[in-house]
């Protein structure tokens, strides 16, 4: 069974940064494509950023492009969210997520799921 944990979240003032983590156990992480998702109260669960099995494809929300970055290791089993330049606006619970080889900018095609970390950006 796949099982993903997602650590690093916190509170940060605006313009301050936090770096996100997500282990991969169960299943190698080099056979998934993984994305970082995020979901404020009574708002829908969005992406942020996703990056191909290999590393060699990624994509970002627009409003993040510039401040945030994915990478991943694939010898550690992780996955990162390199998050700078942070707003208020940015705060929410962020959720990794895994599904075959190619990402994807929709929630809806990821099958395995972390249980989120809130990060919370004051003003």
């Known amino acids: 069974q796949t099982r993903l944990v997602e650590s690093g979240g916190g509170l940060v003032q605006a313009g301050g940064s936090l770096r996100l983590s997500c282990v991969v156990s169960?299943?190698?992480?080099?056979?998934?494509?993984m994305g970082w998702f995020r979901q404020a109260p009574g708002k829908e669960r969005d992406i942020v950023a996703a990056i191909n099995w290999n590393g060699g494809s990624t994509t970002y929300a627009d409003s993040v492009k510039g401040r945030f970055t994915i990478s991943r290791d694939n010898a550690k089993n992780t996955v990162y969210l390199q998050m700078n330049s942070l707003k208020p606006e940015d705060t929410a619970v962020y959720y990794c997520?895994?599904?075959?080889?190619?990402?994807?900018?929709?929630?809806?095609?990821?099958?395995?799921w972390g249980q989120g970390t809130q990060v919370t950006v004051s003003s």
């Open positions: 169960g299943r190698t992480v080099s056979s998934f494509a």
């Open positions: 997520a895994a599904r075959p080889y190619y990402r994807s900018r929709s929630y809806l095609r990821y099958d395995s």
